[in-house]
């Protein structure tokens, strides 16, 4: 499975948006980027997936290039409780591979 | 959603011991499960994807004689830290696939992982 490449941390304000982009230059054509979150000490949880288009939910927006090589993460009004490591991951049909994450703070 | 129950959620062994985490789906059939050891301030490394029925297939470098994992029915596969010792001490979390039904494709359910801490 693809490879992701993610940025080891940010920072972002309360209430405003928080914008986390992730590389997957090598993603192949059936392979879904998915977006997934994990606080202190718990299990990952799921935020949002795509294959081509740009996806919202009520969590986040995940925007996707068309060379669908690159996307970004978008949490719109960021929280305190949105404190976490975020996790992009390209899946396809076999290995569950995770990078090294995003670690997003929240400022107050 | 799905959800995945892993229990215990905590442990703590003497060295030595052998530690069994099991890892549920509860509301769903999962034919494949994956289990994956984190250290702090470390990502998740994948150690092995598990099939119901059939042998789990390891990561390099991961001893299958060590972690043993067992995926008897579509609801449950276990992880055994066979002789375990303070290194092994880690929080391992499963993660099951949901095939079928509303499933969105290749989507991970993760349980809430078992923290190991071998004295």
């Known amino acids: 499975d693809a490879k992701t490449t993610q940025p080891p941390s940010m920072d972002c304000a309360e209430g405003r948006a928080a914008n986390l982009p992730c590389n997957h230059s090598t993603i192949s054509g059936n392979e879904y980027v998915y977006w997934y979150r994990q606080i202190h000490s718990q299990g990952p949880q799921y935020i949002i997936h795509?294959?081509?288009n740009n996806e919202t939910n009520e969590m986040a927006s995940l925007i996707i290039t068309e060379d669908r090589k690159s996307s970004t993460l978008i949490l719109p009004h960021a929280t305190l409780r949105d404190t976490a490591v975020y996790y992009c991951i390209v899946i396809g049909t076999y290995k569950y591979i995770f990078g090294t994450g995003t670690r997003l703070k929240v400022l107050a | 959603g799905a959800v995945v129950s892993q229990h215990p959620s905590r442990v703590i062994c003497k060295s030595g011991t052998s530690v069994k985490i099991e890892c549920r789906s509860l509301?769903?059939?999962?034919?494949?499960m994956f289990w994956y050891r984190q250290f702090p301030k470390q990502s998740l490394m994948l150690m092995a994807t598990s099939n119901e029925g059939s042998k789990a297939t390891y990561e390099q470098g991961v001893e299958k004689d060590k972690f043993l994992i067992n995926h008897a029915s579509l609801t449950l596969s276990t992880l055994t830290v066979t002789s375990a010792h303070p290194e092994d001490s880690s929080f391992y979390i499963c993660?099951?696939?949901?095939?079928?039904?509303?499933?969105?494709?290749?989507?991970?359910?993760f349980g809430e992982g078992s923290r190991l801490t071998v004295l």
């Open positions: 509301d769903f059939q999962a034919t494949t």
């Open positions: 993660s099951a696939s949901k095939i079928g039904g509303r499933a969105r494709t290749g989507e991970l359910f």
């Open positions: 795509g294959l081509k």
